[in-house]
Nanobody
Framework: QVQLVESGGRLVQAGGSLRLSCAAS????????MAWFRQAPGKEREFVVI????????YYADSVKGRFTISRDNAKNTVYLQMNSLKPEDTATYYC?????????????????WGQGTQVTVSS
């Protein structure tokens, strides 16, 4: 079992920046693909970005490409999401997710472990 705890969400003005963190605990000795998803009210949960188990590969949704950057520090069991040039449409609850192994999946249904979410609100 892996437990994930997100932090860093808050209210920010459009054009601003935030850094989200996702701290993992439990069976972190295994290799995990990590991802960030987000869900806005009334909408389905959507893929934002994925990072491979060793951090060598990243995959971004077109809507955030060039603005968001994912990174991971396996020594600290933590994944980060740096969000710049935030837009009101980025407003959502952001969830950290993990999947054991090396395979990359863009659908939330393939991820076994989830955090509780952190709210990001971007005002115009």
């Amino acid at each position: 079992q892996v437990q994930l705890v997100e932090s860093g969400g808050r209210l920010v003005q459009a054009g601003g920046s935030l850094r989200l963190s996702c701290a993992a605990s439990g069976r972190t000795s295994r290799n995990y693909v990590m991802a960030w998803f987000r869900q806005a009210p009334g909408k389905e949960r959507e893929f934002v970005v994925i990072i491979s188990w060793n951090g060598a590969n990243t995959y971004y949704a077109d809507s955030v490409k060039g603005r968001f950057t994912i990174s991971r520090d396996n020594a600290k069991n933590t994944v980060y999401l740096q969000m710049n040039s935030l837009k009101p449409e980025d407003t959502a609850t952001y969830y950290c997710a993990a999947r054991e192994g090396a395979s990359i999946y863009y659908s939330a249904s393939f991820y076994n472990y989830w955090g509780q979410g952190t709210q990001v609100t971007v005002s115009s």
